[in-house]
């Protein structure tokens, strides 16, 4: 069975700060895997998507960047940080079906 | 540009109701439509999906009910139970690209008992 792992949990960070939000699926080999963002109360926006290693679609421009080290890791980044990146972080995996993992929840003040 | 409508907004329905919960999308190319839900506090989960060979797909209490013809596409909680409230998402994407996939703007369930 696939597992996916976010990290960290939760994170406060000062506006202008950098981010580094991390992803890991275990259980399955050369995984799509996508970064999607949802505002407080808001819908699901995706924001980027790998299909292989060193390999990242952008999907929307919200000053986030998305790097694919390793086949079972993705990593969503920025070196600084707006208010408007407040919101709850997702990423997520494609079997047969789209999986999403249990999220960070970023708050920036 | 929206890709993905859904209505209503919010629902409130008695238990042992049926919930009817709908959306409807623009892009003609789009052929797999997945719902979601969403308890506070958590992630989405996948609840049920249609790749319409049909215009039909059961899960339990759950269907998916899809109209080509007027690109609409909807969700019918059957026998409703108020550990269903929860916030219900559609979604669509298309064969040329299922790694991009639009999402509707969310529906509130609430059932009360």
């Known amino acids: 069975a696939q597992t996916i792992h976010q990290w960290p949990v939760a994170e406060i960070k000062a506006v202008g700060s950098p981010l580094s939000l991390g992803c890991t699926i275990k259980g399955k080999s050369s995984p799509n895997l996508y970064w999607y963002w949802q505002a407080t109360g808001g819908t699901l926006q995706q924001l980027f998507y790998?299909?292989?290693?060193?390999?990242v679609e952008s999907v929307v421009q919200l000053n986030l960047s998305a790097s694919r080290p390793k086949d079972d890791q993705f990593i969503l980044s920025t070196e600084k940080l707006l208010l408007s990146h407040s919101g709850f972080y997702l990423c997520a995996y494609r079997g047969r079906e789209q999986y999403f993992g249990p999220g960070t929840r970023l708050t920036v003040l | 540009q929206q890709q993905v409508r859904q209505s209503p907004q919010s629902l409130t329905v008695w238990e042992g109701e049926t919930a009817i919960l709908n959306c409807s999308y623009e892009d003609s190319t789009f052929d797999y439509f997945p719902w979601y839900h969403q308890f506070p506090g958590e992630s989405p989960a996948l609840l049920i999906a249609i790749r319409p060979v049909s215009n039909k797909k059961e899960d339990g209490r759950f269907t998916i009910f899809f109209n080509k013809r007027e690109k609409k596409f909807s969700l019918h909680i059957a026998d409703s139970q108020p550990g269903d409230s929860a916030t219900y998402f559609c979604a669509a994407s298309a064969q040329s690209n299922y790694n991009v996939l639009y999402f509707g703007s969310g529906t509130k369930l609430t059932v009360e008992p």
């Open positions: 790998s299909i292989t290693v060193g390999q």
